[in-house]
């Protein structure tokens, strides 16, 4: 069972949440069940993550999981070649036990969509464009 708790203050004290200036790199991930979205943004200097925020709209579950992912992702140091490799190997039960680690506990299977929505958009990241 997550930790509802840790749900809770994530959801009401979200970590980085908003656009993140000067990202270099973002990712992007919609429920189709429900319609919630999410994006992570990262700012890599010379291969190394300075910077790493969320946004999106959803549930307390799909927001809360937004900002536990992004304070698990700065405690990980990420570089540019894990961001860009890594998250897309990621057997199921390797995703289970991110998902697992960042909630502290695995939700109810009925609220996958939105407790995996995180990894999803972490799943799509890819360098930003001038354009974007």
């Not at 809770?8 to 004290?13: E, I, K, Q």
């Not at 200036?21 to 010379?46: K, Q």
Request: with cysteine; aromatic share 6%.
């Amino acid at each position: 069972m997550m930790d509802q708790d840790k749900v809770m203050d994530h959801w009401s004290n979200p970590v980085n949440k908003g656009p993140l200036a000067g990202a270099t790199h973002a990712g992007f991930a919609v429920n189709p069940g429900c319609g919630d979205t999410l994006r992570i943004d990262f700012r890599l200097v010379t291969g190394i993550m300075e910077a790493v925020g969320f946004d999106g709209k959803g549930c307390v579950m799909s927001l809360a999981g937004g900002s536990m992912l992004v304070e698990w992702l700065q405690e990980q140091k990420v570089r540019e070649d894990w961001l860009l490799t890594m998250p897309k190997l990621l057997t199921p039960d390797e995703e289970q036990s991110i998902v697992k680690t960042i909630y502290g506990g695995l939700p109810i299977p009925v609220r996958w969509g939105c407790a995996f929505l995180p990894l999803r958009a972490l799943q799509n990241v890819k360098p930003l464009t001038m354009v974007e």
